[in-house]
């Protein structure tokens, strides 16, 4: 199924992305391209193969549960681009 | 626990959610501490702020914590367990998702006893998974702006999933009860709703009695006390039983409760806001479950509430009732064996902590705290005092009084009774000499006690006891008046 524009600003809305109409048209057709190459893979028989979210096999490190950061929230907001004391501030959240 | 409602012909269908804040050091992915009440974003580093070229590295205690709940409750655990990306933006979740569980879990299949008026109910689980929590944002009414202080970012959660099988809002406080206490008794999760360490949201539709099929569903939010999900739930399956009467269609959304209006309100729903876009986390390895392992953890479960319950019945030979009571809450069935090891009267001190405990634990707010290190009275000394009722050195009358003594200024109940002369009086000659001064100083009311009078009874028993500053032993009150005002 081909993508239509109304996915392409589906996606964009839940990325937050503002597309001009050039680049919707744009995107679309890289989308559709790169649907179209995943769709050829789904012609291989892989019923005996587990589906593969990893290339590392190995299991997951696990770490010690100790609080070893140290405590700078002055550093941490320091990048922000606006805080309060040592709040990061952002425009008002309406719900 | 109350009585069923009556819906009529509605059956309402319910199923829990609970998210459960891990008692862990640290957050779930770094070295962050993940104590609460810290300095705003004093908790956190390059990894729960998103930063780039960061990578998390799984916490083995959360691991341990969410695996413990898994086996407690039954549940199966899959071989394999993969972290997801669940993506939406928020200002309180700085990555842009959340690192979470998605079709394969940590846990499926399990089950929660409930405790209902009509017996014993299970309440299958759907699934366990691990995720991290989110910051926390703050709304300042004088400004344009909002802050986010991110220092729960990150801190470990596990969600607890039920399916459809609470039938009513009483049920599903039931069910929250009795989950809450088996994290309690596993020691991996508070349990304390005010302060958001256990978050509970319901899923909730209605259909006729007698029909197997599921309406559409509502999912309600913000509801931050057992009393509060029994009253939110409730007023939902009112609500839908109305809007379906009359002649109207439940829309499925997510609901807010409003405690103070007592009333659900739909939430201004974001767009295509449940469209997460599940991915499996690059940045994570599987979680592999190691048999051996998991059988140590289970080798490691500590008693659970259903057997210790049965175990005070058993061996203390309390009430079913009362064991539950006392068992439902981890520190109070350890109050109770405590206080029981010092002196054993098994009935006698489960009435004083049903009673007298309990009720100043609920005064003072101190319900919802896991281990309560301040109990108003200490085991031992409420052992004592029971003690001191059964050799008779006081009556149960008095005892109240030396109790509230104990609650108001501590010490020792032997000493108070001693200081304020409360022993009990049981020399029957002081005893009579009170009776006969009574009798003496109401003629009217022994007349009407011998006309037939019975209940006047009660008032010689009163007037004795406040001639003898309520010390009389009860018994012998009761005795020689009988036998004087029988004339």
Known sequence: MPVSLED???????????????????????????????????????????PTAHVVDLPTPLREDRATNPERPEEMVENAPDRDRTFLRVPKIIE | MSDAPDYGPWEPVIGLEVHAQMLTESKLFCGCSAKFGAEPNAHTCPV????PG??????????????????????????????????????????????SMYDEPLAVAGGVEVETPEGTRRVRLTRIHMEEDAGKNVHDAHDDHSLVDLNRAGVPL???VSEPDIRSAAEAADYLRSLRAILQYLAVCDGNMEEGSMRCDANVSIRRRGTTELGTRTEIKNMNSFRSVERAIDVEIRRQIEVVEGGGRIVQETRLWD???????????????????????????PLVSDPAWVEEVRRGLPELPAAR?????????????????????????????????????????????????LRLVRERKLDDALVITEWPVAPAALAKLVALIDDGTISGKIAKTVFE????????????VEKKGLRQVTDTGAIEAAVDAVIAASPDKVAEYRSGKDKLFGFFV???????????????VNDLLRSKLAG
């Open chain 1, 8 to 50: 392409v600003r589906h996606i964009a809305l839940l990325a937050r992305l503002g597309l001009a109409p050039a680049e919707e048209e744009r995107l679309r057709r890289d989308l559709d391209s790169i649907l179209g190459y995943v769709a050829q893979l789904e012609s291989l028989d892989v019923s005996g193969v587990e």
């Open chain 2, 48 to 51: 729960c702020m998103g930063m």
């Open chain 2, 54 to 99: 960061v990578l998390p590295v799984l916490n083995r205690r959360a691991v341990e914590f969410a695996t413990r709940t898994a086996l407690a409750t039954g549940c199966e655990i899959p071989r394999i367990a993969r972290w997801a990306r669940k993506n939406y933006f928020y200002p309180d979740l700085p990555k842009g998702y959340q690192i």
């Open chain 2, 158 to 160: 596990m969600e607890i």
């Open chain 2, 259 to 285: 405690a103070d209006r007592g009333q659900t309100f739909p939430m201004r729903s974001k767009e295509a806001a449940h469209d997460y876009r599940y991915f499996p986390d690059p940045d994570l390895l």
């Open chain 2, 309 to 357: 319950r049965d175990r005070f019945v058993r061996d203390h030979g309390i009430p079913p009732y009362d064991a539950a009571v006392l068992t439902a809450r981890r520190d109070v069935a350890d109050y109770f064996e405590a206080a029981l090891a010092a002196h054993p009267n098994p009935k006698s001190i489960s009435n004083w902590i049903m009673g007298d405990i």
């Open chain 2, 405 to 416: 003594e104990m609650v108001a200024g501590g010490g020792d109940p032997a000493s108070i």
């Open chain 2, 462 to 476: 009163g007037q004795v006891m406040k001639a003898t500053g309520g010390k009389a032993n009860p018994q012998a």
